[in-house]
């Protein structure tokens, strides 16, 4: 499922940062693509998360999460479960500078091994303070 909401004004009357997410909980693999604002450049704070469940101690899981920026390896990440019979979180967090007219693709891989897929999300949000300023200056009287 992918979300998107730009261009949402606030109750203020200040527009509301682009978000763009996707959770799934029947595929190792999300994929967004960030359409290219014609006029700015934006920073985008990336949270991708692996939500697993491991089975009991009998059997060693391994969790293992990456990311990908335009087809480009930008993490990865594998470690061993530590909690069995539980869930346990793989966690990723990164700031995306984009460019004006720039598409950018994301796309977040999950690998288990011994261990069942609960939930892969991956989720952009545009900084406020960007879009603060931007209003900011639209906003500026004409000299």
């Known amino acids: 499922m992918h979300t998107h909401t730009p261009g949402i004004k606030a109750a203020a009357g200040l527009p509301t940062p682009e978000r763009w997410d996707v959770?799934?909980?029947?595929?190792?693999?999300?994929?967004?693509?960030?359409?290219?604002?014609?006029?700015r450049t934006r920073t985008f704070d990336v949270?991708?998360?692996?939500l697993a469940r491991l089975p009991d101690a009998a059997r060693?899981?391994?969790?293992g999460l990456s990311l990908e920026v335009d087809g480009s390896r930008?993490?990865?990440r594998t470690i061993a479960g530590s909690t069995p019979g539980d869930t346990e979180t793989l966690?990723?967090?990164?700031?995306l500078v984009i460019e004006p007219?720039?598409?950018v693709r994301?796309?977040?891989?999950?690998?288990?091994?011994?261990?069942?897929?609960?939930?892969?999300?991956?989720?952009?949000?545009e900084e406020v303070r960007e879009v603060l300023e931007v209003h900011a200056a639209t906003q500026a009287p004409a000299a």
Request: hydrophobic residues 45%; glycine residues 4%.
């Open 60 to 63: 060693q899981a391994e969790l």
């Open 106 to 125: 994301l796309r977040a891989r999950a690998s288990l091994k011994k261990a069942a897929l609960v939930a892969l999300s991956l989720q952009a949000v």
């Open 47 to 50: 949270d991708v998360q692996l």
């Open 74 to 76: 930008q993490w990865a």
């Open 91 to 95: 966690e990723y967090h990164c700031r």
């Open 23 to 39: 959770c799934l909980r029947d595929s190792n693999v999300a994929q967004l693509t960030i359409p290219g604002a014609l006029d």
């Open 101 to 103: 007219g720039r598409d």
